[in-house]
């Protein structure tokens, strides 16, 4: 009997660990196990966005908020863009951008599943510069294209497949429908996409991408190294252990950054001011990255 038994749930993790997808990260090229839809997690998503957005109170700086919009808006077009010129362009759809800023002292920001991204007002005595806050917004929409939060969920779904989960899936007619259960199961449980915690590796790699994010939007990646130090000098986490935190240590993020700068530098263009306006200004800086982009294409046929 024991043994039956010890078959079933092998089985079970067999089943398990076959549904879904298996996608490569973009950049780092990492391989993972996805158990839910991309439809599952935009609707979720989507509902808590609208639900929080109903609570907060929006920022009443006009410059403030128009800078995160226009930094936001700028990473948006650049992670677009090298989606598209690596065969991700179907992954595009999936993204609704918009860009907040709330009145709230915390020193955070957060991008769901969609690309809905909320920056708090604390945050920006910290960041300082329009790059700094590059840094910041390309790790959190590092976040969104590497899906870690249906990663998150599918590790929650593995970890429990010997209870509810055991049942959900032999009992299953497909593998769409076991999946909206075991979606179904885990959203019941008070998952929230804005304060996910994420595994240290998937914040590593939401480090790595989001340099390579803002460098390719035309923000110097080098800023992350003052940033970093600055929010060591806040939270006074630079020495302290990362053993049980999601998030490494100050220290070890702020190493990890200095051996990825090169890396990102290699993605980095400067871009070149031409007015003073700033809304002219932005528009005249993604033209001007464009253009170069095809004029070199055109001189590499």
Known sequence: MRKVRFMLMALAAAIVMSCGTTRTVPITG???NILVSDEQVLSLSNKEYTNYMKSAKLSTNSAN???VKRVGQ???T????YLSEHGMQAETKEYSWEFNLVQDQSVNAFCMP???IVVYEGLLPVTKDEASLAIVLGHEIAHAVAKHSAEQMSKQIKNQYGTEILGQVLNAAGVSSGTTQLAQIIAQKGLQFRSLKYSRDNESEADRMGLIFA??????PNVAVSFWQRMAQMTGNSNQSDVFSDHPSDAKRIAAIKQELPE???YYKPVVTTTSNKKTSTTKKKTTTSSKKKKTNTKKK
């Open 114 to 116: 969609g690309g809905k």
């Open 65 to 67: 908020t128009a800078m």
């Open 264 to 266: 990102a530098l290699t």
């Open 74 to 76: 700028r990473l948006a």
């Open 78 to 81: 650049a992670v677009e863009m």
């Open 215 to 220: 460098a390719m939007a035309g923000y110097d």
């Open 30 to 32: 990492r391989k993972q």
